[in-house]
């Protein structure tokens, strides 16, 4: 939900741009037909309902997102305007009042946005409940009307005429109209039924009420609703005399002088209720609009959609952190074979945890397989620091796009546990100052499927890396059944560390491949024993790798 809301705050600062832009269109282009301006506002809520990121070179938005991901977990959080002057004056003001203070517990950004999103939910709920309890009591008011002809009814309890809901819309009239009246009244409510603006408008309220902390969202909205009325005035325009466009007017100028003026806003569509004077203006100087008005407003669309719809391309921004402290000539002494990859591809950063407030890595080229990774760690253990790691990184004039962080879970006892933590592997993300999610190794080393022990049913047979003292795999032997996966056989090989693999032998009978790291060029390959209801490998028969030889003491079950 924290990440629903900050995603939602983005989208609303987006929005604001086209906002402006529109309302600046509709200040200038004075003679723009209102449908064409409600073209152009429907491009706002496109823009708010959808959390679009189309790149495009025509972008004019400074920035994609100006919360961050990961702002919570930064040691100094700041914002991402992309308008410097701005990020210049706010960002101190941010860093200075939500910078985590090491003394204390909690980080100050992480309790404001596990704050937020439920205030924003409340909000929500507060505004939707007294809507419908207004909607509800206007339907009881016009329970008792009376029909009037199809669709039409008149009503002692109003003194507006309005159409009223959304799957089964009504007209409803005052009971003293006159006839004239009526007839214009009921030439605008049909306009709106033909044009759906009975459930337009109430989506378009739901989508207000989504950004209710956004006060320009609101006057979007109250615009839009203006413009609604005026596209409906000239589709009845259009069908009507200059005589009865004076009488039209007439009628929108009587029932605007009710009582009930600003209680529908919400609610119905009220046909004298919203911007009465500038509707009429627009009423007695109606003229058709040309094909040059027309195809504008189509530009205009158009140019609005391309500029405000999409987001600005992201750059190659070259990793350069911070490397302030750490002796490049050291690292290349004691790390020369991270500084010798091909990087065209990208590179990999492998990250383990030995203690509670230490990181090891590795550096390996994008493509390495996570099992050619982890026989290299478990091999070698060239672990650097996070910020060794940082410099290193930052002398291959690499893009931040193609460094790839990978958690892995499964090395040396590790802290990370699982990985379930998502904000400490964000936290990580954070100290790289990268701003890509970090990946999560799989524990499975090997698979295959066989029937080992005879019984006539096929196992699934698995090699995982466990979490122990030294390097060791365990087979994990589970059978298929009507409740789902049961563990058969468990058993550890730990003698001495093989490349295990499962391949098929000249007899196509399953077998595991090993590897010394110390004799590459022997390949040996064991069949399984069941022995004393356990599985081993066994070579001519003879189980190796005897578990039950071993303290079982020093190791950690998965």
């Given at each position: 939900?924290?990440?629903?809301?900050?995603?939602?705050?983005?989208?609303?600062?987006s929005?604001?741009?086209l906002i402006?832009?529109?309302?600046?269109?509709?200040?200038?282009?004075t003679?723009?037909?209102?449908?064409?301006l409600?073209?152009?506002?429907?491009?706002v809520?496109?823009?708010?309902?959808?959390?679009?990121s189309?790149?495009?070179?025509?972008?004019?938005?400074?920035?994609?997102?100006?919360i961050?991901?990961?702002?919570?977990?930064?040691?100094?959080?700041?914002?991402?305007?992309?308008?410097?002057?701005?990020?210049q004056?706010?960002?101190?003001?941010?860093?200075?009042?939500?910078?985590?203070?090491?003394?204390?517990?909690?980080?100050?950004?992480?309790?404001?946005?596990?704050?937020?999103?439920?205030a924003?939910?409340?909000?929500?709920a507060?505004?939707?409940?007294?809507?419908?309890?207004?909607?509800?009591?206007?339907?009881?008011?016009v329970?008792?009307?009376?029909?009037?002809?199809?669709?039409?009814?008149?009503?002692?309890?109003?003194?507006t005429?309005?159409?009223?809901?959304?799957l089964?819309?009504k007209?409803?009239?005052?009971?003293?109209i006159?006839?004239?009246?009526a007839?214009?009244?009921?030439l605008?409510e049909?306009?709106?039924?033909?044009r759906?603006?009975?459930?337009?408008?109430?989506?378009?309220?739901l989508?207000?009420v989504?950004?209710w902390?956004?006060?320009?969202?609101?006057v979007?909205f109250?615009?839009?609703?203006?413009?609604?009325?005026?596209?409906c005035d000239?589709?009845?325009?259009?069908?009507l005399?200059r005589?009865?466009i004076?009488?039209?007017?007439?009628?929108?100028?009587?029932?605007?002088?009710?009582?009930n003026?600003?209680?529908?806003?919400?609610?119905?569509?009220a046909f004298?209720?919203?911007?009465v004077?500038?509707?009429?203006?627009?009423?007695l100087?109606?003229?058709?609009?040309?094909?040059?008005?027309?195809?504008?407003?189509?530009?205009?669309?158009?140019?609005l959609?391309?500029?405000?719809?999409?987001?600005?391309?992201?750059?190659?921004?070259?990793?350069s952190?911070d490397?302030?402290g750490?002796?490049?000539?050291v690292?290349?002494?004691?790390?020369?074979?991270?500084?010798?990859?091909?990087?065209?591809?990208?590179?990999?950063?492998?990250?383990?945890?030995?203690?509670?407030?230490?990181?090891?890595?590795?550096l390996?080229e994008?493509?390495?397989?996570?099992?050619?990774i982890q026989?290299s760690i478990?091999?070698?253990?060239?672990?650097?620091?996070?910020?060794?790691?940082k410099?290193?990184l930052?002398?291959?004039?690499?893009?931040?796009?193609?460094?790839?962080?990978?958690?892995?879970?499964?090395?040396?006892?590790?802290?990370?546990?699982?990985?379930?933590?998502?904000?400490?592997?964000l936290?990580?993300?954070?100290?790289?100052?990268?701003?890509?999610?970090?990946?999560?190794?799989?524990?499975?080393?090997d698979?295959a499927?066989a029937?080992?022990?005879?019984?006539?049913?096929?196992?699934?047979?698995?090699?995982?890396?466990m979490?122990?003292?030294?390097?060791?795999?365990?087979?994990?032997?589970?059978?298929?059944t009507?409740?789902?996966?049961k563990t058969e056989?468990?058993?550890?090989?730990?003698e001495?560390?093989?490349?295990l693999?499962?391949?098929k032998?000249?007899?196509?009978?399953?077998?595991?491949?090993?590897?010394?790291?110390?004799?590459?060029?022997?390949?040996?390959r064991?069949?399984?024993?069941?022995?004393?209801?356990?599985?081993?490998?066994?070579?001519?028969?003879?189980?190796?790798?005897?578990?039950?030889?071993?303290?079982?003491?020093?190791y950690?079950?998965p």
């Open positions: 939900m924290e990440n629903f809301f900050i995603s939602l705050c983005n989208v609303g600062v929005a604001t741009y402006f832009a529109v309302m600046g269109l509709r200040a200038l282009l003679r723009m037909p209102k449908r064409y409600c073209l152009l506002w429907s491009l809520g496109l823009r708010l309902l959808f959390p679009l189309i790149e495009s070179d025509f972008s004019v938005l400074p920035s994609e997102k100006i961050p991901d990961g702002m919570a977990m930064m040691r100094e959080p700041v914002i991402d305007s992309g308008i410097g002057a701005v990020d004056v706010i960002n101190p003001i941010v860093s200075g009042s939500f910078a985590p203070d090491p003394a204390t517990s909690a980080n100050p950004l992480q309790i404001l946005f596990a704050i937020l999103p439920w924003w939910l409340l909000g929500v507060a505004i939707l409940v007294s809507a419908v309890v207004g909607y509800l009591r206007l339907r009881r008011r329970l008792p009307s009376i029909k009037r002809e199809t669709g039409v009814y008149l009503s002692d309890e109003i003194e005429p309005f159409l009223l809901g959304f089964s819309p007209i409803y009239l005052p009971s003293g006159d006839d004239t009246t007839a214009y009244v009921l605008h049909r306009a709106h039924l033909a759906f603006d009975h459930l337009i408008k109430p989506l378009c309220f989508l207000a989504t950004y902390f956004h006060p320009m969202v609101w979007a109250f615009l839009f609703c203006r413009d609604l009325e005026g596209a000239e589709r009845v325009l259009k069908t005399s005589e009865e004076k009488g039209y007017s007439e009628a929108l100028l009587r029932c605007a002088a009710d009582k003026r600003g209680k529908l806003r919400f609610g119905p569509l004298g209720e919203v911007g004077k500038e509707r009429i203006r627009a009423i100087n109606y003229k058709k609009p040309s094909f040059w008005i027309t195809l504008t407003a189509l530009i205009l669309a158009t140019v959609a391309l500029t405000f719809l999409t987001v600005p391309k992201r750059g190659e921004e070259i990793y952190p490397t302030d750490v002796d490049m000539a690292l290349r002494e004691r790390y020369p074979d991270y500084f010798s990859l091909n990087a065209d591809r990208g590179l990999t950063v492998y990250i383990w945890q030995l203690s509670a407030f230490s990181y090891s890595c590795a390996f994008s493509g390495t397989s996570e099992k050619d026989l478990y091999s070698e253990k060239q672990g650097t620091t996070v910020s060794e790691m410099a290193i930052s002398s291959y004039e690499i893009e931040k796009e193609k460094i790839t962080l990978i958690l892995g879970s499964v090395l040396y006892s590790s802290y990370l546990g699982a990985g379930k933590d998502a904000g400490h592997r936290n990580l993300s954070v100290m790289f100052e990268l701003d890509a999610p970090m990946k999560q190794v799989k524990r499975e080393y698979t499927i029937d080992i022990d005879g019984d006539g049913k096929d196992e699934v047979l698995t090699l995982v890396l979490r122990t003292e030294i390097p060791t795999v365990a087979l994990i032997v589970k059978e298929q009507a409740f789902g996966e056989y468990f058993n550890y090989l730990c001495e560390y093989y490349d693999s499962f391949e032998d000249s007899e196509a009978k399953l077998c595991v491949k090993a590897i010394s790291p110390d004799h590459p060029d022997v390949i040996r064991f069949d399984f024993r069941i022995y004393s209801g356990n599985v081993f490998l066994s070579d001519g028969g003879m189980p190796i790798h005897d578990a039950r030889a071993w303290d079982m003491a020093y950690v079950q």
